[in-house]
């Protein structure tokens, strides 16, 4: 079964094991989201911090950090400052029921995700292994040696696992219900009274572990909403009104505060980066 990596923005399709690398200043365009695979996130460098559903986790360590399919995450970097990542995701389907110790090797993602701590040079070690199953063309060779990843993994988070700070129920909410009523109007003080809190108590939680504001989240979370209908060919009109900007001149405006640049001009760029 093939996977499109939409939520991610790679524009492309998959099947059963795929790769991807990360290299640089800006932090990606990422909200709290899931997905139907497995991930891996093997985090080089950077200062940052991981947003699980009941924990969040800061550092600039290396770590691994895993989730099985639909569990809801979020990763955010530090701007300014050199971000180095590599994901390695797999299909459900990839590991097959047949093989031995798969639920043994799958339990290492968690019942919610889980953050490995890693050294330097056991981080390069995961980065060789990572990079050994990237070259591999044969999908029975890929799985001896995503098993041989995965096992590492075990033993390792059996002697070490970063500790995790609670992540507030306040902050979790508020982000699971913007990924649901992102095209509706959302107002602070109305969001702080449904989720049973003040609102100054959710505006001061929601900066301090998620990185931003809640208007600059929610109009990142419903720009990259808005692009691929854009991509596609929808109006600024329609797809502001798909994606709860109300009309085409807030829309721009969300672009030009965002990427300095208006939504036409993002598209040309984008095309250029492809050619």
Known sequence: MAVELNNLEFGTRWTEFHTDYYEGYLPNMS?????????????????????????????????????????????????????????????????????????????????HGKVVLLSQE?????????????????????????????????????????????????????????????????????LAWRLGVGRTTLMTSFKRYTGSTLNEYLTRYRLKQAIPLLRNGETRQSAAEACGFGDACNLIRAFRRCFKVTPGQYLKSENQKTI
Not at 40 to 49: D, H, P, Q
Not at 71 to 100: M, Q, W
């Open 122 to 190: 056991q981080a390069e070690d995961f980065l060789k292994l990572a990079e050994e199953a990237k070259r591999e063309t044969d999908p029975f060779r890929q799985r001896l040696r995503l098993m041989i990843f995965l096992s590492k993994v075990a033993e390792l988070s059996k002697k070490d696992e970063r500790s995790a700070e609670t992540l507030p129920s306040c902050v979790s909410d508020a982000l699971s219900y913007i990924q649901e009523n992102y095209q509706s109007k959302i107002v602070a003080d109305e």
């Open 31 to 111: 909200d709290y989201h899931m997905h139907e695979y497995y991930e891996i996130s093997l985090i080089l460098s950077g200062n940052v911090k991981i947003l699980l559903p009941h924990s969040v986790q800061t550092g600039t360590e290396c770590r691994l950090v895993l989730t099985r399919p639909m569990t809801s995450h979020l990763i955010v970097c530090e701007p300014n400052r050199l971000y180095k990542r590599l994901n390695l995701l797999f299909a459900g389907d990839f590991l097959s029921d047949d093989l031995p110790m798969r639920n043994q090797l799958l339990g290492v993602f968690g019942k």
